[in-house]
């Protein structure tokens, strides 16, 4: 089993820069040859709608949803363990619970319990 805890959520106002931080414990080699990454559920919508915003794998290959190309940056430690979203210019379009996700070289999918992202001034 994998364990992830996300933190960094809150409010910031439009343009503000915010990180969300998560890291993985448990079995150690799920999270090693795993991707991780982060995705959203807007208010209002359903588990079955949350967003990919951006993912990285074991090696560093990054993907990105159009919408925050340019405005965010995912990154991960050296230890693989821990991954950080750095979100810059930020809009209330952003505003969303952020939900960090592991997904083992067997296909099994882990989800943290999501952190809130409020963007409004």
């Known amino acids: 089993q994998v364990q992830l805890v996300e933190s960094g959520g809150g409010l910031v106002q439009p343009g503000g820069t915010l990180n969300l931080s998560c890291t993985a414990s448990?079995?150690?080699?799920?999270?090693?040859?795993?991707?991780m990454g982060w995705y959203r559920q807007a208010p209002g919508k359903q588990r079955e709608e949350r967003e990919l915003v951006a993912t990285i794998t074991e090696s560093g290959g990054t993907n990105y949803a159009d919408s925050v190309k340019g405005r965010f940056t995912i990154s991960r430690d050296s230890a693989k363990t821990t991954v950080v979203l750095q979100m810059n210019s930020l809009t209330p379009e952003d505003t969303a619970d952020y939900y960090c996700?592991?997904?083992?070289?067997?296909?099994?999918?882990?989800w943290g319990q999501g952190t809130q992202v409020t963007v409004s001034s």
């Open positions: 996700n592991l997904l083992d070289y067997n296909g099994q999918i882990y």
């Open positions: 448990g079995r150690i080699y799920s999270i090693l040859a795993g991707a």
